[in-house]
């Protein structure tokens, strides 16, 4: 969440003990992460009125099933977490008012809000909490949810989730408003792994009367809008009059979806008047620049856009063709393909991530030695590698560029590649399934910490290696980072492992972007933050006018 004011509700925060370096001792990951001034003029609106939005349509509305931003926006407007991270990246209380942290960094208790309101009028307590957690660990569920690798560190959570265990020996339920939390060792920034929108608090009593896929289309949260109609051109949500936090300032929040066959839709719209904000590619921005009472914002974003490459799928399943496809690509040429919103990626973190380092990592642009690595992998003129399918679910100009450059590029050193435009649903299905050889993708992290790129892209067995990566080093070093409390030595851990990873190029870094938002002016207090507009507090949002 992103509010550079207020937090997302009131409330004290117990202090943790804290003992730096020692085995036993915990240290919250992350640091701030400096953004531009807010968006926002002070506070000059009076409540009530629809705030007009432009994002892709989500695929479910259920926490455990949110795998993309575009789940992200109305799941943060739905629903409620334990805590959550404001635009400076600090844990801010939520559905918990106060939690203790025990000595050693293992153990965690977090107090309840009491008399806090669902959807439907139910009263919420530590049942949901446990409820909610747990369900994320299913073992019955299709895929896991992108925060299972992250809760291997509750005690028993690995069981549980592997249906070796009935429960959760680490999670269990004091009373009516207390859950405790025990891990098998003190992890740096677990409350922040509680903040993501996986773990949002779903109430058990719906579910259960639901189903998993009625909850998915019909959900039931704590959050200050409950859904009001959701149908293929857009989703509306209404304020909650019954939330914890007070009523949010605008009466309704509309969600106009995008559509893969009218990329220009957003700023169609937005010119017409019909839209009170939406995120322009460069070409858009540029053509905004003379209108009156809209201004355009950006931030830096915590976020990495890449070509991946499935390692399962011949010919990438050998590394040297990996590697002559990331020495092949002219870097620098993309970023200057869209210089105010791209910047240079010296690695897989973005700027402003803990343990990120200006050392450069990623490998040359070298198209001498790429042709020399096809060469020997048994490649020539006389024996060409197979044409390789890209996919890519981006239509600006600008993104047909940089995929038709990309392809030149490999083109250069003798690998044909056939762009694929495809749509969202069609791109996160194909890399789910492992269908897609070579993809285009951005990852925008949900919490500081390198885990949010590592682990979540690169864990052997998690949901989102997408790449088929198995190295047993790599994940030999994510596990000693997530056990190591000491800042500078955690870091390094990361820094060796960054440099493993792209020496076997499973993924090859393009370029972090700036986030970009057009605002009318009517618009007060829509202030994203490192993790953009899908965490932005909205009912801290109003209009004018």
């Not at 020399?372 to 390789?388: D, E, K, T, V, W």
């Not at 995929?403 to 590649?417: K, T």
């Amino acid at each position: 969440m992103t509010s550079l004011s207020a937090p997302r509700s009131t409330g004290i925060v117990a202090l943790a003990v804290v003992v730096l370096g020692s085995a036993s001792g915990c240290l919250r990951g992350g640091r701030p992460v400096e953004s531009e001034p807010p968006v926002s003029a002070a506070p000059r609106a009076s409540t009530g009125g629809t705030l007009r939005l432009f994002h892709e349509a989500p695929a479910s509305l259920d926490p455990v099933d949110v795998g993309s931003v575009y789940e992200s926006l109305p799941v943060n407007q739905l629903f409620d977490g334990l805590v959550y991270l404001d635009a400076g990246l600090s844990i801010r209380p939520a559905l918990a008012e106060t939690w203790e942290i025990s000595r050693d960094g293992c153990g965690y208790v977090f107090h309840l809000r009491d008399g806090v309101k669902f959807h439907d009028g139910s009263t919420l307590s530590a049942e949901d909490v446990e409820y909610s957690i747990r369900r994320a660990l299913d073992p019955r569920r299709a895929g896991d949810s992108l925060v299972a690798p992250y809760l291997g560190v509750v005690r028993g959570a690995d069981e549980f989730r592997a249906g070796r265990a009935p429960r959760i020996e680490g999670l269990r339920m004091i009373d009516r408003l207390t859950v405790a939390i025990d891990l098998d060792h003190a992890y740096p920034s677990f409350l922040e792994v509680l903040a993501m929108d996986s773990l949002k608090v779903v109430s058990k009593s719906a579910v259960e009367r639901a189903g998993a896929a009625g909850i998915a289309r019909s959900p039931i949260g704590t959050g200050p809008f409950a859904l009001e109609s959701w149908d293929p051109d857009r989703l509306v949500l209404a304020a909650f009059e019954g939330w914890h936090g007070g009523r949010s300032k605008v009466d309704r929040v509309e969600v106009v979806f995008a559509d893969a066959f009218e990329p220009e839709l957003g700023e169609r719209l937005f010119r017409a008047g019909e839209l009170d904000a939406f995120e322009p590619d460069s070409e858009a921005v540029a053509g905004l620049s003379g209108f009156d009472n809209v201004r355009v914002a950006r931030w830096p974003e915590l976020s990495l856009s890449f070509l991946g490459l499935d390692t399962r799928t011949p010919p990438l399943d050998r590394v040297e063709v990996r590697l002559a496809i990331a020495h092949a690509l002219d870097r620098r040429a993309l970023v200057d393909l869209l210089p105010s919103l791209r910047r240079h990626a010296v690695g897989i973190l973005p700027p402003g991530m803990a343990a990120y380092s200006p050392d450069v990592k990623v490998l040359p642009h070298d198209p001498d030695l790429a042709r020399r690595l096809l060469h020997q992998a048994g490649y020539s003129a006389a024996s060409p590698l197979p044409p390789i399918d890209m996919y890519t679910a981006s239509r600006s100009p600008t993104a047909v560029r940089t995929a038709e450059r990309i392809a030149a590029d490999l083109h250069a050193v003798g690998i044909a590649v056939r762009v694929r435009h495809v749509s969202w649903p069609e791109l996160t299905a194909r890399v789910d399934a492992g269908t897609a050889p070579a993809f285009l993708l951005s990852w925008l992290a949900d919490m500081n910490d390198p885990d949010a790129f590592l682990r979540a892209l690169f864990d052997i067995d998690g949901p989102d290696n997408y790449f088929g990566f198995r190295d047993a080093d790599s994940q030999a070093m994510l596990d000693a980072g997530a056990y190591e409390l000491a800042p500078d030595r955690r870091a390094r851990i990361y820094r060796r492992l960054e440099r493993r990873i792209l020496e076997r190029a499973p993924l090859v870094p393009l370029y972090h972007t700036l986030g970009t938002l057009a605002v009318r002016d009517r618009v007060v207090g829509i202030d994203p933050g490192p993790m953009g507009l899908a965490n932005v507090e909205l009912e801290r949002v109003s209009l004018t006018g």
